[in-house]
Nanobody, 129 residues
């Protein structure tokens, strides 16, 4: 089992930047493909970004492509989400998620919430106009 703790959320003006971090504890971090999801008030949780176990492959939702960057440092058991050019519609609780896939290709990414076994508690991101 792995425990995930997000940090880095907060209040920022439109056009600003935030960097979210997700620290993992427990089993071998490189066995997990990682993802970021978000949920705005009154809306369903949606996929934001994913990164493969190796970190060599990433995938983004169209709504954040070109503005957000996902990365990971396996030696630090941490995944990041760099968010630039933030918009008010990016306001949401952001969740880090881990998919235990030790036998899959280490370049594979996962975009469905059902693919993920473990979730963090979430961190609030609020973007003011």
């Amino acid at each position: 089992q792995v425990q995930l703790v997000e940090s880095g959320g907060g209040l920022v003006q439109a056009g600003g930047s935030l960097r979210l971090s997700c620290a993992a504890s427990g089993r071998t971090f490189s066995n997990y493909a990682m993802g970021w999801f978000r949920q705005a008030p009154g809306k369903e949780r949606e996929f934001v970004a994913a990164i493969s176990r190796s970190g060599d492959n990433t995938y983004y939702a169209d709504s954040v492509k070109g503005r957000f960057t996902v990365s990971r440092e396996n030696a630090k058991n941490t995944v990041y989400l760099q968010m630039d050019s933030l918009k008010p519609e990016d306001t949401a609780v952001y969740y880090c998620a881990a998919a235990f896939r030790p036998y899959s290709r280490n370049t594979r990414v996962y975009t469905e919430s059902n693919d993920y076994n473990y979730w963090g508690q979430g961190t609030q991101v609020t973007v003011s106009p």
